[in-house]
DNA sequence: ATAATTTTTTAGCTTTGTCTAAATTTTTAT
DNA sequence: ATAAAAATTTAGACAAAGCTAAAAAATTAT
């Protein structure tokens, strides 16, 4: 598989998680910075290795080939972004262009060994999980932290938002995964939230809590 | 740099380190293993980056610029293929086609962190040297096994061949990087060697012997 | 020194992945 | 239900990197 069509299979990927439906042409067309024409050329290239399954101006959706494919190249990205973090002392801010770079090694015993030398870690440095050399997934229950009640205490378990800039805020109030978060009080008229972290109040937008799961404690 | 690009300047670096004169159309369609033409074409895109510099029919040779760039992909690759072998337990025969794409990620914040996680190593697991951030490589003396006399002993610090056959003889016979090897005799018909290695006398042809480097110590 | 051979270059074609512009289909809105 | 808008596909073109075959230059051998 090329560079190029392991780039569209993830980003089809992406996007059938969050939709039930065939995923756009435009939608992949954002994801890959490409143009919907260039789009349509590739899926018709992909669909004739049966890694997805087209019917014109309907959308596309993976096949079981093609969803194992795209799931070896997420596992790849989040093992390499693992490494780099935890290894070579990268800001989790810093590690997804070079991931990106990283995933298309094409070579099943390096990611084996990596994951291996990692210790078998089921999640990247934003709490997204990695998929096992076989393709599964451990699913963890977590919620966005707009969604908890007043009074309710969540651990921090990902993020929705992987830019630099929620990243880099984050580290800035002393967030991060791990972190126990407490919501304090909801501002009815844009439901902000006041937050109690590390010992300290911080008030929060309800943009941010939409974009920080955490996982429900006593 | 493209992919490709950088292929053919590697490529160029490693046939002028043996020659002196302009490297040839024919010796670089060999190594990159195409055809002379697309050397040529590929040659003329070099020239107009003044990574090289050429004129027709003479040959080409590196600029500073493209042997600053071709040594930069000869540092990668070789800091990969150590990690690949400290950190990830490949054995030393395995690690050059995985670096050989590892080598074209392109982050010179990645490499100098994994220099930094390697302990700025100066030789690969093939004994050779590793450029440091800077370009600068440190050179070891030493010599042939083919050329040492008989009665002397030599650590073996390099082979001369890195391919894998050549790599698993060595493992059969105990010969690694280290190795202390003292020459008991040599066959003047066809040049065999008779050395002692592990305490063990073993018998090596000419070949053998012209490809594994050594230093002389007392 | 010239002919034969080898090496290198040029010319023209192919494939991959992209694009723009035009045509077509689907969706949305009245 | 039909017109307008949006999304998608097709057609045709382009750049990168490769190839084959032919032409040109350099080297070698007589």
């Known amino acids: 598989m090329t560079y190029s069509e392991e ?9 059938s998680l969050s939709q039930k439906q065939g995923v756009s042409t435009n939608a992949i067309a954002a994801l890959v910075e490409s143009k919907a024409s260039s789009v349509t050329d590739m899926i018709k290239k992909l669909a004739e290795k049966e890694l997805v399954i087209y019917q014109k101006y309907q ?7 093609g969803l194992m494919a795209a799931k070896m ?4 990205h989040r093992l390499w972004e693992v490494f780099l973090v935890e290894k070579l002392d990268f800001a989790w801010d810093e590690v997804h262009d070079v991931a990106e770079e990283l995933e298309h090694i094409k070579s099943e015993k390096l990611i084996n060994k990596l994951d291996a030398f990692l210790g078998f870690p089921t999640e990247d440095p934003h709490g997204d999980p990695i998929p096992d050399k076989n393709g599964n997934i451990v699913k963890v229950e977590k919620q966005l932290l707009s969604e908890f009640e007043i009074g309710q205490t969540g651990i921090c378990v990902g993020v929705k938002d992987s830019s630099s800039s929620f990243l880099q805020y984050l580290d800035k109030q002393q967030i ?7 919501i304090i009080a909801k501002e009815s008229f844009d439901m902000s ?6 010992k300290k109040q911080i008030i929060i937008s309800n943009k941010i809590a939409s974009n920080l799961f955490a996982k429900i404690v006593l």
Do not use: F, P, Q
Not at 7 to 15: Q, S
């Open 176 to 182: 991060a995964l791990g972190s126990k978060i407490k």
């Open 73 to 76: 190249i997420v596992r790849k």
């Open 193 to 198: 939230l006041t937050i109690e972290v590390e």
């Open 59 to 65: 959308g596309v959706g993976l096949t079981d080939k």
């Open 7 to 15: 780039n569209y299979l993830k980003a089809i990927y992406h996007l």
